[in-house]
């Protein structure tokens, strides 16, 4: 397990905080019943995420409540903006459903191949 940080309202600095994606080709998220819920590439404009998501699987081993709380904090200014203008961050609305109530995921991370 990895050891959390404490976030500071600002995503960018809380980024430089977390484990690198280098060698990671996407993250998928999984509900339940083994349905691939959704999936996070290592592309340009995802990467933020990939990496949030990356240090939420290391930290917590799932994304449940208290992952998705903690991960709303490390995305920093990107969260009320979520909050404002839902479907706008859907990585983030995701943290929030999570932190509301919601069923917790697995998050499997899937390498690049060489």
Same mark, same amino acid.
């Given at each position: 397990m990895t050891e959390t940080i404490q976030p500071g309202p600002s995503f960018k600095d809380n980024l430089v905080l977390l484990p690198s994606i280098d060698g990671l080709a996407r993250i998928d998220i999984v509900a339940g019943d083994g349905r691939v819920a959704a999936?996070?590439? =290592? %592309?340009? #404009?995802? %990467?933020g995420s990939l990496a949030v998501y990356r240090y939420l699987k290391l930290c917590f081993g799932e994304l449940n409540a208290q992952a998705a709380g903690h991960g709303l904090a490390v995305f #920093?200014? &990107?969260? $009320? /903006?979520?909050? !404002?203008? $839902? #479907? !706008? &961050? $859907? =990585?983030i609305d995701r943290l929030l459903e999570i932190a509301n109530g919601g069923e917790a995921l697995s998050i499997v991370v899937? $390498?690049?191949? /060489?």
């Open positions: 999936s996070i590439e =290592n %592309q340009p #404009g995802k %990467q #920093g200014e &990107h969260t $009320p /903006d979520a909050i !404002a203008r $839902p #479907g !706008a &961050h $859907p =990585n899937v $390498p690049a191949e /060489d």
